[in-house]
């Protein structure tokens, strides 16, 4: 994994808080970032240096967010073919002004720097907090975040006219929040070995859609299921190797997939698969407030379905709950919950995702 790699000259329309670079001044925009103090710029910097290395592969961490974190080598070359499916993907020509607000030590935030650099953007740099448009006063063809700065980014969301979300499943909650901005809001489908996202859905299209909407995916993707019902992604263009995820999926179409939740979170209630995520697509119509289902210890059924929801304990809470989903005409029989428990606060990740395990945990404490 030695092999050299000629980095592509820089774009001449490209930008880094409004300078331009050649490719010859990165390496000393670079070293000024890591004399920096704040370490976001430091990152940066060093990704910078890793880039114009003639090497031809880079290490990059995963995120860990669906098993352990590790590191990985990929190919630049990818990166930047990664780089020009999204340009397409997404309609963003040379001169497209960008935001990053992600830590550049992840595939996420060093895209945004390979993007800038070979399609031309002009690319500000803000610290990678949780609020990150707090001191943005200009407006953007496009943004990378998570769904927790999304979240905390809703009152000044107008100043983004693109924004993709990934690192995370959005929840029903944020996905109601961003229905009727302006901003394009799309969810993102991906892994550090894809390179960033292979795919992508609009979160907010205008019209209330009575079913999810599907993935579809960038230039030059296969995708196929296995015997598992699970996503196999064939990208040679991205990846080397096939990859075989645990994401359950639908084919629609050769370019398009219905996401139906994880392989590790299915639930066999009495014979039958059901998918916690598609439940609460369903249940996210009848509450507005945090909650999840999952699956419980039965002796008859090996595991019954349960919900849980974030609120103080209250038998008229109960009874609404109880009345709501006997309206939902959506939900199938099997899967309405055998019982709800409401828990007063959620056990939470470090960065601010419902830990399920943990809740089902807490709840005979």
């Not at 331009?20 to 001044?25: E, P, Q, V």
């Not at 920096?36 to 060093?46: A, H």
């Not at 070359?77 to 935001?99: D, Q, Y």
């Not at 390179?195 to 909407?213: D, E, T």
């Amino acid at each position: 994994m030695n092999e050299i790699f000629e980095v592509p000259e820089v774009h001449p329309d490209f930008k880094l808080n409004k300078v331009h670079y050649t490719l010859s001044d990165l390496r000393k925009v670079a070293y000024n970032y890591i004399k920096e103090e704040e370490p976001y710029e430091g990152l940066i910097g060093d990704f910078i240096l890793d880039w114009v290395k003639p090497s031809g592969f880079l290490e990059v961490k995963t995120s860990g967010s669906t098993g352990v974190a590790k590191k990985i080598k990929i190919r630049k070359e990818h990166m930047v073919n990664s780089a020009v499916a999204t340009g397409k993907f997404f309609e963003l020509p040379p001169g497209s002004t960008a935001l990053m607000c992600l830590p550049a030590n992840y595939i996420a935030g060093r895209m945004m720097l390979v993007r800038a650099m070979v399609l031309g953007w002009e690319l500000d740099l803000v610290p990678p907090t949780s609020n990150p448009l707090d001191q943005v006063f200009k407006t953007y063809d496009f943004c990378a975040m998570t769904p927790f700065q999304l979240d905390n980014s809703l009152g000044r969301l107008h100043l983004i006219k693109k924004l993709i979300v990934g690192g995370g499943a959005v929840s029903s909650q944020l996905q109601k929040r961003v229905q009727g901005l302006n901003t394009k809001v799309y969810e993102t489908f991906g892994m550090t070995e894809t390179v960033s996202h292979i795919a992508a859905k609009r979160l907010n299209p205008g019209k209330k859609k009575s079913k999810p909407l599907p993935f579809k995916v960038l230039p030059d993707i296969h995708i196929s299921t296995d015997e598992r019902g699970c996503l196999v992604i064939k990208a040679p263009k991205l990846a080397a190797d096939t990859i075989i995820t645990n994401d359950i999926v639908e084919i629609l179409t050769y370019k398009k997939f219905l996401w139906k939740g994880r392989f590790d979170n299915v639930i066999n209630s009495g014979g039958i698969k059901l998918f916690p995520e598609e439940i609460e697509w369903k249940l996210n119509k009848v509450i507005d407030r945090r909650f999840f289902v999952t699956g419980l210890p039965d002796e008859s059924l090996g595991e019954k379905l349960v919900l849980f929801v974030e609120a103080d304990f209250s038998e008229e809470l109960l009874e609404e709950l109880e009345t709501d989903l006997k309206g939902l005409k959506s939900l199938e029989k099997f899967e309405r919950p055998k019982k709800i428990y409401l828990v007063q606060k959620f056990e939470e990740t470090p960065n601010g995702k419902i830990h399920r395990e943990n809740t089902v945990k807490s709840r005979n404490k």
